[in-house]
């Protein structure tokens, strides 16, 4: 199987390709840039796996939740590539992809992104022994004081909404913290790895079906909201 996957929901932009038993990566904190550097990173694991896009068998990316413009770039260009080479899209959480970014083990897993306005994405997984993830709860997107979480004795933590708010974080725990990372961010590898299961399965969709998850649809305060009225 040759699969390509974008992740462009955060600050991180990062392109994968799997080829065969094979996976290469490229990655970079790059805000602001990702339009740039997508294409190019694409292209370059190509050439890298001595590939061409029409030997692509699916294209896979980050569906969010994360910055509205991140989140719409990855899916838009999964999109027109998909239906360039007329080939399925498979979508994949970008918070299940962070959440890989956690120790290699069975225990619970809060992936959790700051979403600004003092807010997070934030859901709850465990490693399922197959290299996929089982859900815990659901996507949401909270206060870190108003998170909720399943019980389990230990927890592994994930993302930039540790960098952030770690201490409320940190209380809202149900176990143990076995370790923390806020400098984390979900990667296209882990979105290929994802996508590759789900391909497998036989749930990869039309490119048109390809939709981007923004948990909220408000993007900015208001001039009320931010004290300036």
Same mark, same amino acid.
């Given at each position: 199987m040759?699969?390509?996957?974008?992740?462009?929901?955060?600050?991180?932009?990062?392109?994968?390709?799997?080829?065969?038993?094979?996976?290469?990566?490229?990655?970079?904190?790059?805000?602001?840039?990702?339009?740039?550097?997508?294409?190019?990173?694409?292209?370059?694991?190509?050439?890298?796996?001595?590939?061409?896009?029409?030997?692509?068998?699916?294209?896979?990316v980050?569906?969010?939740p994360?910055?509205?413009?991140?989140?719409?770039?990855?899916?838009?260009l999964?999109?027109?590539?998909a %239906? =360039?080479?007329?080939?399925?899209?498979?979508?994949?959480? $970008?918070?299940a992809?962070? /959440? #890989?970014e956690?120790p290699?083990? @069975?225990?619970?897993?809060?992936?959790?992104?700051?979403a600004?306005?003092?807010e997070?994405?934030?859901?709850?997984?465990?490693?399922?022994?197959d290299?996929?993830?089982?859900?815990?709860?659901?996507?949401?997107?909270?206060?870190?004081?108003?998170?909720?979480l399943?019980?389990?004795?230990?927890?592994?933590?994930?993302?930039?909404?540790?960098?952030?708010?770690?201490?409320?974080?940190?209380?809202?725990?149900?176990?143990?913290l076995?370790?923390?990372?806020?400098?984390?961010?979900?990667?296209?590898?882990?979105v290929?790895? %994802? =996508?590759?299961?789900?391909?497998?399965?036989?749930?990869? $969709?039309?490119?048109?079906? /390809? #939709?981007?998850?923004?948990?909220? @649809?408000?993007?900015?305060?208001?001039l009320?909201?931010?004290?300036?009225?």
């Amino acid at each position: 199987m040759n699969l390509l996957a974008i992740e462009t929901a955060t600050e991180a932009c990062s392109v994968a390709l799997i080829h065969g038993d094979q996976v290469i990566a490229r990655s970079e904190i790059a805000p602001r840039r990702h339009t740039e550097l997508v294409l190019p990173m694409a292209d370059a694991l190509l050439a890298e796996a001595g590939l061409s896009r029409h030997a692509l068998d699916a294209v896979a990316v980050g569906r969010g939740p994360g910055a509205f413009t991140g989140v719409r770039l990855g899916i838009s260009l999964a999109q027109g590539m998909a %239906l =360039a080479l007329d080939v399925p899209v498979i979508t994949v959480s $970008s918070l299940a992809a962070l /959440a #890989l970014e956690a120790p290699e083990d @069975d225990e619970a897993i809060l992936a959790v992104i700051d979403a600004r306005m003092g807010e997070v994405y934030a859901a709850s997984y465990r490693r399922d022994g197959d290299g996929g993830l089982v859900a815990l709860d659901e996507e949401r997107v909270c206060t870190p004081e108003a998170l909720l979480l399943p019980e389990a004795p230990h927890w592994h933590v994930v993302g930039s909404g540790w960098a952030t708010y770690a201490q409320v974080l940190g209380e809202r725990l149900t176990g143990a913290l076995r370790s923390a990372s806020g400098n984390r961010y979900p990667q296209a590898r882990h979105v290929a790895e %994802l =996508a590759a299961i789900e391909f497998a399965a036989g749930r990869a $969709s039309a490119p048109e079906h /390809a #939709l981007p998850v923004y948990l909220r @649809d408000k993007v900015a305060l208001t001039l009320v909201e931010q004290g300036k009225a």
